[in-house]
């Protein structure tokens, strides 16, 4: 018998068979009628619980949702709504926007939050500065913000902000995903302030979507290589029955392995609320943003000259990996978050810390 996440990506990959995946312009920066075929299934509230407006489901199932669409190309941000601005908006106690308007998180940029004095009570902000780096910034309908507190106030605030009507300059990623600053300038939000502790979960949050996309890409990139090296017949015998692309093919399957390992602990890590989840995430994004130089290298290499097309598929997940790799924090910067977190332990406790981590 099928279970409910086997039911939910069954679901997506049908939604997903009708809408090919395709270069993203300036006149059509992400796929519309996918995102209304999405929600319309109840797809974009998977893993935010029933009573503030999601459609209930475990973190499982939105991880599930997520892995299915970066797999598939889907030019989306589903990710950044289930996996970190809605989790993220609920966990701060703030309202929800509906989740059949697309909301992204801007963690990037010079934003600060200072208390509104305009008698709305407690638990608004002005907001000034520019975000950077928004994932799906012109698309998104709303915005979960991180703006630097006042003065004196450790952490930050979470402010969400409804983005119809705010500049967003025109910026993309290597795979045309908008990328884009939006400015604000004045704009009364509500918000909430979060401790530090909370800060650097939302950040984690953010580059283990990351990771999972990137883990379900490889996979995807994998899957098609073997299938192409199995087909693809060179002086008489299939590229696969050459030792040397036997070779290459079990270097793809070991990063994408261990990627997918250390993505699953991260996962669950957080699913269980362990004090490890940072560390988790760091480690995952870490693996996964090396696993994407050896795969997608290996990948094009055994294509050859046909997965260097714009006709080919091949494309539209390397991309998405070479960009995904850098965002949300790079390998170096999650790396040295991990080791500073390892050695903060005694001495002797630095190999059950790292043990619990991996």
Known sequence: ?????????????????????????????????????????????????????GSGGELADAVAVVRTLAAGAGAVPVAEQLLVAGPAVLAADLDLPAPEEPLTVALDGAVTAEPSDDGDGPGRFVLTGTATDVPWAGVARHVAVLAAP???????????????????????????????????????????????????LVRARAALARAVQISAA????????????????????????????????????????????????????LDRGADTVVLAAAAAKVRAGEAVETVAKLAHQVHGAIGFTQEHRLHHLTRRCWSWRDEAGTELTWARTLGAGLVAAAPDDVWPAFTRVL
Do not use: C
């Not at 049908?14 to 993203?24: R, T, Y």
């Open 1 to 53: 018998m099928a279970s409910d996440q086997d039911l939910v990506v069954a679901t997506v990959r049908e939604i997903l068979a009708g809408h090919e995946p395709f270069v993203l312009t300036a006149e059509r920066p992400w796929d519309e009628g996918l995102w209304a075929d999405l929600a319309d299934a109840g797809l974009t509230g998977v893993g935010l619980p029933e009573e503030a407006g």
């Open 150 to 200: 006042p003065a004196g106030i450790e952490g930050a605030v979470l402010a969400v902000v409804d983005a119809a009507g705010l500049d967003a300059s025109r910026a993309v990623n290597l795979a045309g995903e908008p990328r884009g600053s939006l400015v604000l300038d004045g704009v009364g939000v509500p918000g909430a302030l979060l401790p530090p502790a909370a800060v650097d």
């Open 218 to 269: 490889l996979e995807q990139v994998l899957a098609w290589t073997v299938q192409y090296a199995g087909e693809r017949v060179q002086f008489g015998r299939p590229l696969g029955k050459f030792q040397a692309i036997q070779v290459e093919l079990a270097q793809m399957a070991g990063e994408v392995t261990a990627t997918a390992a250390l993505v699953d602990a991260a996962v669950q890590a």
